[in-house]
């Protein structure tokens, strides 16, 4: 089993950043990717950003591109969502979640594990 941990969510002003940190535990040597979704209130959870374990590789969704980067930091076991120039649009539940699958994930069901979530608040 692994176990995640996100933090750094909070309120924001529109323009402000935050960062949003994933820190895994257990069998952390078990996946290969660590994503991130959110959750607007009334909406479908969405995939945000992913990366891989191993080689670092990232993928946006695409109304993140240019203002979040996610990272990893492998001896800490966490993953990062720096999130910049956040817009009222941008306020979920943001979850991040493991995938046992060899690259790149987008989509839920290719993640095996998931973080209790974290509110991210952008006020305009």
């Known amino acids: 089993q692994v176990q995640l941990v996100e933090s750094g969510g909070g309120l924001v002003r529109a323009g402000g950043s935050l960062r949003l940190s994933c820190a895994a535990s257990?069998?952390?040597?078990?996946?290969?990717?660590i994503g991130w979704f959110r959750q607007a209130p009334g909406k479908e959870r969405e995939f945000v950003a992913a990366?891989?374990?191993?080689?670092?590789?990232?993928h946006y969704e695409d109304s993140v591109k240019c203002r979040f980067t996610i990272s990893r930091d492998k001896a800490k076991n966490t993953v990062y969502l720096q999130m910049n120039s956040l817009k009222p649009e941008d306020t979920a539940v943001y979850y991040c979640?493991?995938?046992?699958?060899?690259?790149?994930?987008?989509?839920?069901?290719?993640?095996?594990?998931w973080g209790q979530g974290t509110q991210v608040t952008v006020s305009s």
């Open positions: 257990g069998r952390t040597f078990s996946y290969y990717a």
């Open positions: 979640a493991a995938s046992r699958r060899v690259g790149v994930r987008t989509t839920q069901r290719e993640y095996d594990y």
């Open positions: 990366i891989t374990w191993s080689a670092g590789s990232t």
